[in-house]
């Protein structure tokens, strides 16, 4: 941002919308001051021609161990206590005579 001029994130807000991106003030500043979960790859597109820039240099790859996920075969119970657990069980109608 400082290479094209641009030293607070209220800067890149217009030059965002006259690409079709509308973002708020603290979304434009969490995008710049933070690191983003998600990014569209339209926003991706208008920063990397807005700050005249390659994506390498917007985007570190990083690489992250996901657990394989354990697969429950039907009418197996989940015992890890996990949503298995927690499904609705089926209600029970009862008279008063009893």
């Not at 206590?81 to 029970?92: D, M, Q, T, V």
């Amino acid at each position: 941002m400082a290479r094209q001029d641009m030293y607070l994130t209220t800067h890149l807000r217009p030059k965002l919308a006259e690409r079709g991106i509308h973002l708020s003030d603290s979304q434009v500043y969490r995008l710049v001051v933070d690191t983003p979960e998600r990014l569209s790859l339209k926003t991706l597109v208008a920063l990397i021609d807005i700050l005249g820039c390659s994506m390498e240099e917007l985007i570190e790859p990083v690489t992250t161990r996901q657990q394989p996920r354990k697969r429950i075969a039907a009418g197996e119970s989940n015992t890890d206590g996990k949503l298995g657990s927690l499904r609705p069980k089926r209600a029970r109608i009862v008279s008063d005579d009893q």
